[in-house]
């Protein structure tokens, strides 16, 4: 067993090099990752081995597959650093307007157009040296992500998530329907059910809530096209009769910038919560906590300025 006073050996470099390789299992993608060249990852890689007494990694092809005695190291390895990160990060005082430090968030398609423009016109006067590196990231791709450690926060409607991760409902995602064509009235159930529906489903799925919805009423829509964005719909229903359920905070952004027009649904619909969620080990980090404070404040902000378009 290690001692305190052996701790004096290791490099936390090596074992940030290692943790990394772990994730990507590739020398080029670990080097981009770093910023180091792919001879110092090679180097880092051989003193590691000599650390541990292992191969650590055997080629395979273009990968590099762990060793079982690599996967047993990580598993221990990965909550140490975290640890260390939160502590070295609790000596800091944080000041936004100096920051200058890297934020690797994911977020959902709807959030990325909708809501993103307007979050980052109020960072870049509040933390101007700060850099957001944005991870697309749905329901299915959140949890790996976190659990990797390649995002601190993500926002999207969430499912199942990591153990130590936390949570927080920002907003409800009410559905409204997007339409391009002029005419006056707004649709009723019959009409809306005569419209061909376009689809938006980073999996493909032509069946939602709606669908579902109308069943219960004896009713069914035809949707003729599912795309895995909602930056398409402007495109795609200008000039036509095609019509896109979305959430709400996407309808009015694209009645704005696109003039779409925008309005309810003639049924009801679930209105299921847009989350903020982020690592356990990112918890108390001052920089990640003024980050998600922020998110927090503007989001808000947004729904109450989206309330008075929808009345307006």
Known sequence: MMTRNDLRRADINLLVVFESMMRERNVTRVSEKLFLGQPTISSAL???RAMFNDPLFIRSGRVMEPTARAMEIYARLTPAL??????????????PLTCNSAFHIGLSDDVEYALLPRLMQHLRKEAPNMTLVVRRADQWQLPQLLLSGDISLGISH?????????????????PMLLRADTADESLDLDGFCRRPHVVVSSMGNVIDDADHALSLLGRQRKVV????????????????????????????????REGLRAE?????????????VW?????DDPRERWLRSRFCF??????????????A
């Open 46 to 48: 051989g003193r590691l």
């Open 82 to 95: 975290d640890s260390i990160a939160a502590a070295l990060s609790c000596s800091q005082v944080f000041d």
């Open 158 to 174: 969430t499912h199942d998530l990591p153990a130590n991760s936390r949570r927080r409902a920002l907003r409800l995602m009410r």
């Open 225 to 256: 096209l599912a795309v895995p964005q909602f930056s398409a719909l402007p495109a795609l229903l200008a000039g036509s009769d095609m019509v896109a359920l979305v959430p709400d905070y996407v309808a009015l952004a694209m009645a704005q």
């Open 264 to 276: 309810f649904a003639p049924l009801d619909l679930p209105a299921p919560d847009l989350s903020m």
């Open 279 to 283: 690592r356990g080990a990112s918890h």
């Open 298 to 311: 503007y989001l808000g902000q947004e729904q109450e300025w989206e309330r008075t378009q929808a009345v």
